[in-house]
């Protein structure tokens, strides 16, 4: 059974703090999909990123990164210098087994909280 | 690009009432999703569409619930003698092949 841990509940920073939400993930397939999902007071998931399992390479977009460590089964991601317009849950997700991104297991979710 | 739309975005309905939503893909979208959102949770997989086929549904998908892709383009949902454990988001998401899934604003269901 796949199964994704967001330890972190809830977090509260400050502006222009960098913060880390971490994701841990269990999986007994060899390719695999992994995503980070934000979802705003309006409630629409907005994608943010996609990694294939075989890919292991961090990735940088903009104030945002992902570090994918297959050694410790975690897709962690990061928010530099974080504005209030983060302020948002954010989901890790796992995709389905053979690689297909359909059948999605969300973790819990991570409140992040930015103040002025 | 106008994105997943659904109606209503908020249902409220008494126990054993039934109720429908809609979910209109990104056109040119070939697959559809259904996920349910509860409280404090992530969202949970429910029903997946390939053009009008549905190709998995969820064991959370009991046989009060039921989705239709008549024409491959919109989606229903419908839940029969509603209980109040249906009380959820339900969201619709679609997608080109296996590209990433774009969601909706979700439908929130509340059964007094």
């Known amino acids: 059974a796949q199964k994704v841990t967001q330890a972190q509940t809830e977090i509260s920073v400050v502006e222009k703090e960098d913060v880390t939400l971490d994701c841990v993930y269990e999986?007994?397939?060899?390719?695999?999909?992994l995503f980070w999902y934000k979802q705003p007071p309006s409630g629409e998931l907005v994608f943010l990123i996609r990694?294939?399992?075989?890919?292991?390479q961090n990735e940088i977009s903009g104030r945002y990164s992902w570090n994918f460590q297959k050694s410790t089964s975690s897709f962690n991601f990061t928010i530099t210098a974080s504005q209030v317009v983060d302020s948002a849950v954010y989901f890790c997700?796992?995709?389905?087994?053979?690689?297909?991104?359909?059948?999605?297991?969300f973790g819990k979710g991570t409140l992040l909280t930015v103040n002025p | 690009d106008t994105g997943v739309s659904q109606d209503p975005r908020h249902k409220i309905t008494k126990r054993g009432q039934n109720v429908t939503f809609r979910c209109d893909p990104i056109s040119e979208h070939n697959r559809l999703y259904w996920y349910r959102q509860t409280l404090g949770q992530g969202p949970e997989f429910l029903t997946y569409f390939q053009n009008e086929a549905q190709l998995e549904k969820s064991r959370l998908l009991s046989d009060r619930f039921s989705a239709e892709r008549p024409k491959g383009s919109f989606s229903t949902l419908e839940i029969q003698r509603t209980e109040q454990g249906d009380s959820a988001m339900y969201l619709c998401a679609s997608s080109i092949e296996n590209s990433p899934l774009h969601f909706g604003n979700g439908t929130r269901l509340t059964v007094t």
């Open positions: 990694r294939n399992s075989f890919d292991e």
């Open positions: 999986t007994r397939d060899t390719t695999y999909y």
């Open positions: 997700a796992l995709g389905g087994s053979g690689g297909s991104n359909y059948k999605l297991t």
